[in-house]
C-alpha cells in the first residue's frame, strides 16, 4: 500500500510540475503580443501620430503660453516642419515595404491600404505646398533670418540681447523693402497669396515665443530687445495684410449672377481626390449622373405640384408648403403627430417589429421649442413629409 501510496504521488507531482512548466513557457510566449491590437498595422499607425504630433508641436509658430494651440500645431508649416514631416512620411513608407502584407488578417490589410493611402495624400499635399512656398519665398526675403533666431529658443541657449536687437533692426529693414516692393506689385495668384500671408503670420508667432521665453528672465534681452521686437512684429503684420490684399483668382471663370467666383481646384486634383475617396467614377460620370438624379427630381417636384392642384408651377406649391405650418407653440404636437404616422405606417407595412416599450420610448417629445428656434424651413420641411408621406407611401 506504502508503495503504492508514494507511486501515486511521485506522478501526482510530475503531472503538475510539467502543467506549470507549460505555464511558464505559454506565459513567456504571450508577453510579446500582450498588447497586440486585432490590426497588425494598429502599432505603426498609433506611433506615426505621436511623431508627427511631435513634430507639428516642436516646430509650432504658435507662443508658447499658448498651450491648446500649440499642442494641435497650427494649419501653417514652415519649411523646416515641412521637411520634417516629409522625412517622418518617407520613413513609414519604408515600414510598410517591408511589412508581411500577404500574411496578415483582413483587419491588417485594410488598414495598410488606408494608411498608405494616407502617407501618400499628406506627401502630395506638402510637395504641393513646398512647390507654391518656392513661388513666394521671392517675397519673404526676411524669413531665414527670423527662423535662424529661433533655434537657440529651442535648446535654451542664453543669447546677446544686444545683438538680437541690433539683428532685429536690420530685419526690419528687410521687411520695410519688401512691403515697398510689394506695392508695384498687379496681383499674386490668391493661394500664393494665401500662403504668404499665412508665412507672415507664421513669423509673427514664432517671433512672439521667442521673445516671450527670454523677455523678463534674461536683464539684458529684457532691457535691448522689447522696443524692436514690437517694431518687427507690427512690420510682419502690415506685410501680411499687404501681400494678402494682393491676391486674386487667376482663371477665365465668369460670374453666374451669384456673385461667387470660386478658385477651381482643376482636372488633376479632382481626379486625385476621387481616387483618394475610393470613387471610381470620373468628373464627367458624376456630372452625367447628377443631371439624371436632377431631372428625377423635377419630374417628382412637377407630379407633387400637380397634385396639389398648382399644375407646373412648382413654385408656387413650394410655397404654399412654406406657408402651411403649425401656429407657434405647436411644434411638439406636430412632431408627434409625424411619429404617429411613421408607426402607423411601419405596422401596416409589416416593415419593423417595435415592441410596445420602444414605442412608447420613441413618443418621448423632447424640447423642441428652443432646438429648432432660427431653424426656419423646420416648419415646411415637416408638412412637405406630411405631403409626400400620404401621397408616396408605397415605396
Not at 169 to 194: H, M, P
Not at 330 to 353: C, G, I, R, W
Not at 364 to 383: A, E
Request: positive net charge; glycine residues 6%; aromatic residues 12%.
Amino acid at each position: 500500500m506504502k508503495c503504492h501510496q508514494w507511486t501515486k504521488n511521485f506522478t501526482l507531482v510530475i503531472l503538475l510540475s510539467s502543467c506549470f512548466h507549460n505555464l511558464q513557457v505559454s506565459a513567456q510566449q504571450n508577453t510579446s503580443s500582450l498588447y497586440a491590437q486585432t490590426s497588425e498595422m494598429a502599432d505603426a499607425m498609433i506611433q506615426y501620430d505621436a511623431d508627427k504630433a511631435s513634430i507639428l508641436r516642436f516646430y509650432s509658430t504658435s507662443s508658447q503660453g499658448d498651450f491648446f494651440t500649440r499642442q494641435q500645431g497650427p494649419g501653417y508649416n514652415t519649411p523646416e516642419r515641412r521637411k520634417r514631416l516629409l522625412e517622418l512620411i518617407d520613413q513609414y513608407l519604408e515600414i510598410l515595404k517591408k511589412s508581411p502584407f500577404e500574411k496578415w488578417n483582413i483587419n491588417g490589410k485594410v488598414d495598410y491600404v488606408l494608411f498608405k493611402r494616407n502617407l501618400e495624400s499628406e506627401q502630395y499635399q506638402l510637395l504641393e505646398e513646398q512647390k507654391t512656398y518656392d513661388q513666394i519665398a521671392k517675397y519673404l526675403t526676411f524669413s531665414d533670418r527670423l527662423f535662424a533666431l529661433q533655434k537657440p529658443r529651442r535648446r535654451g541657449i542664453a543669447v546677446n540681447g544686444e545683438d538680437v536687437a541690433r539683428e532685429l533692426n536690420d530685419i526690419n529693414k528687410d521687411i520695410t523693402t519688401a512691403i515697398d516692393k510689394l506695392k508695384k506689385v498687379d496681383s499674386i495668384e490668391l493661394t500664393q497669396a494665401n500662403l504668404a500671408s499665412e508665412a507672415a503670420k507664421g513669423l509673427q508667432g514664432v517671433l512672439k515665443d521667442y521673445f516671450n521665453f527670454y523677455n523678463g528672465y534674461d536683464p539684458l534681452f529684457t532691457w535691448w530687445v522689447p522696443r524692436t521686437y514690437t517694431s518687427t512684429d507690427s512690420l510682419l503684420g502690415v506685410f501680411a495684410s499687404a501681400i494678402k490684399r494682393k491676391g486674386k483668382v487667376n482663371n477665365l471663370q465668369k460670374d453666374d449672377g451669384s456673385g461667387i467666383i470660386g478658385n477651381p481646384i482643376g482636372s488633376t486634383e479632382l481626379v486625385r481626390q476621387l481616387k483618394y475617396e475610393w470613387i471610381s467614377y470620373s468628373p464627367e460620370d458624376l456630372v452625367d449622373i447628377a443631371n439624371k438624379e436632377f431631372a428625377w427630381c423635377d419630374a417628382e417636384l412637377l407630379k407633387a405640384s400637380h397634385d396639389m392642384g398648382f399644375g407646373d408651377k412648382w413654385k408656387d406649391a413650394l410655397e404654399k408648403v412654406k406657408q402651411t405650418y403649425v401656429p407657434p407653440g405647436k411644434q411638439p404636437e406636430a412632431m408627434y403627430d409625424l411619429y404617429k404616422q411613421s408607426v402607423d405606417f411601419l405596422k401596416k407595412n409589416d416593415l419593423l417589429t417595435l415592441p410596445p416599450f420602444i414605442r412608447r420610448r420613441l413618443g418621448n417629445v423632447y424640447d423642441v421649442s428652443r432646438k429648432t428656434t432660427g431653424k426656419s424651413f423646420f416648419h415646411w420641411w415637416t408638412i412637405t413629409h406630411h405631403f409626400l408621406s400620404n401621397k408616396y407611401n408605397d415605396v
